[in-house]
């Protein structure tokens, strides 16, 4: 039986970082859905704890709808569990999905960005060169796309493809409004990034046209 406390309906990012993870939390926030966004990294540790542990993979936030940026990067270890969509399917029936994406050069650009990602990468790796790590990112990439798009082939309601460079939100509300009932979908803005409330503006100037 369900804990009166927990959610009936979850919400799981599946894309992968640098790509609004942070935006869509806070749009899940500001229209009073719980979401949890990387947790300094805790929340992916604590997925495989879990698992180990032979326990609900999510036990560590029982109250939480929506689970974004599940990544940790340290010097030595690099796990990003939101690969695992295909388990946390299974351990949460009726759960939703959401495949945030993005060009993948652009998305390659932000990673090289990111502070000593590439150098982390290349120590964990175990390779010499910038170039055979973005190598690696672009493989895991388009295996990672496939696989969801193939796991979720017949059950086209339960998972959204976002782009979060030629997508508005009112993809996203439609998406979510069967379980979540019309949300303000102006609460979604592009965060940490120069293009800062683009995906807004864009919607607007479409509306006002």
Same mark, same amino acid.
């Given at each position: 039986m369900q804990d009166q406390s927990e959610p009936k309906t979850r919400v799981f990012l599946i894309g992968f970082n640098r790509c609004a993870t942070t935006s869509f939390h806070r749009f899940f926030n500001a229209n009073g859905l719980k979401s949890v966004h990387w947790d300094s990294g805790r929340l992916a540790k604590r997925f495989y704890a879990n698992i180990g542990a032979d326990v /609900?993979?999510?036990?560590d936030y029982p109250e $939480?709808? $929506?689970?974004?940026? +599940?990544i940790y990067l340290s010097e030595t270890t690099f796990i990003e569990p939101f690969k695992e969509f295909e388990r946390i399917d299974r351990a949460y029936p009726g759960s939703l999905f959401i495949l945030n994406t993005r060009n993948c050069d652009k998305w390659i650009s932000s990673r090289v960005q990111h502070p000593r990602m590439i150098e982390r990468c290349m120590s964990i790796y175990g390779v010499e060169t910038a170039e055979e790590v973005i190598y690696r990112w672009r493989l895991e990439w388009h295996e990672h796309h496939a696989a969801a798009l193939r796991h979720f082939m017949? &059950? /086209?309601d339960d998972l959204l493809v976002y782009n979060i460079e030629t997508d508005t939100p009112d993809k996203l509300g439609a998406f979510l409004e069967p379980k979540f009932g019309k949300l303000d979908i102006e609460a979604f803005g592009h965060h940490n990034g120069r293009g800062k409330y683009? &995906? +807004?503006?864009k919607t607007k100037e479409a509306a006002a046209s």
């Open positions: /609900p993979l999510f036990k $939480v709808t $929506v689970f974004s940026d +599940m017949h &059950r /086209p683009e &995906r +807004m503006a």
